[in-house]
């Protein structure tokens, strides 16, 4: 089953220009975190907004939840080569079990 | 230093000849967790364990088994592999469970079933 889904699924930005991404999802969660990935390594961990939270942030990246939309976004400011990645949201599966699971991804190309 | 470790980070077998992926971790985690990931599809989990003993299906766990006999270790076996098991594999852990608190990935395992 897919809970989340980002969109867009690719995005070219200039080096500077802010990136947004956004994660949608289907039932109610408990949490929800934001992971970045190069090319083929493993994942690693950014932020992570649990349900009673609109908005978080950290360095340059500032996340908000929407739980009313079951959605999410990723801002990143000032955007450098560096971030350059695939970026993914997880979800729970709430209070139902303990799955976790994962979107698509967003991949994100900065353009120097 | 706090890590997950993978072996073997390349596998290449043919088809029905029994492997083992192991995955062990040294932060005294909890939550131990399996996933796949083929192009378009992102991250699928295979299987997940909240403890020792303790071990659940995820959404995609056909041609899997794990056990986890202690807290740090957590193997992945394909009994009988078959080419649609040739994926990017990566092992996951986390203090706690349903994502209260971060994941830690290991560097991943490559499988190429022939």
């Known amino acids: 089953s897919q809970q989340g889904e980002e969109d867009p699924q690719a995005l070219s930005i200039q080096e500077g220009e802010n990136a947004t991404m956004n994660c949608s999802y289907k039932?109610?969660?408990?949490?929800l975190q934001w992971y970045r990935q190069n090319s083929g390594r493993g994942l690693v961990h950014l932020i992570l907004i649990r349900s009673n939270e609109r908005e978080k942030h950290s360095g340059r990246l500032r996340v908000t939840l929407d739980t009313s939309k079951k959605s999410s976004s990723l801002l990143i400011t000032a955007s450098r080569a560096a971030d350059t990645a695939s970026y993914f949201c997880a979800t729970d599966a709430g209070n139902r079990d303990d799955k976790i699971i994962f979107g698509k991804g967003t991949r994100l190309h900065i353009l120097p | 230093e706090a890590q997950v470790t993978q072996n073997p980070r390349y596998l290449i077998t043919v088809t029905g000849k029994k492997l083992t992926v192991t995955c062990s971790q040294n932060m005294n985690h909890e939550y131990m967790s399996w996933y796949r990931q083929d192009p378009g599809l992102g991250l699928r989990q295979i299987y997940y364990s909240m403890n020792v003993e303790v071990t659940d299906k995820g959404d995609v766990p056909e041609g899997y088994k794990v056990s986890r006999k202690e807290k740090r270790n957590f193997p992945l076996i394909l009994e009988s592999p078959s080419p649609n098991q040739t994926s990017l594999y990566f092992c996951a852990s986390s203090f706690l469970g349903r994502l209260d608190s971060p994941l830690h990935f290991g560097n991943g395992t490559r499988l190429t079933v022939t």
């Open positions: 039932t109610s969660i408990n949490n």
